[in-house]
């Protein structure tokens, strides 16, 4: 899971139906999961106040720890 300032991440395109499907990362694929623990993660710091920010997928299997997401969310 990667995470970038505003909305910059590239979006699936023609291949959408191809992201939603496949078992690897795509561009354009957030992975709803990710969404929603980046959202509510991102209510505990306030450099995230009224801060677009997308969410994007990356190759793994596990999904970040508590310091990733730290180290993540004080980056943006």
Request: hydrophobic residues 35%; glycine residues 10%.
């Amino acid at each position: 899971m990667k995470l970038a300032k505003g909305d910059v991440l590239p979006g699936p395109g023609n291949k959408a139906i191809f992201t939603a499907t496949a078992s690897n990362a795509c561009p354009g694929d957030s992975g709803r999961c990710n969404v929603a623990e980046a959202l509510v993660r991102s209510l505990s710091f306030e450099n995230t106040a009224n801060m677009d920010f997308g969410v994007g997928t990356e190759d793994g299997r596990e999904p970040p720890s508590d310091e990733e997401w730290q180290t993540k969310l004080e980056s943006l």
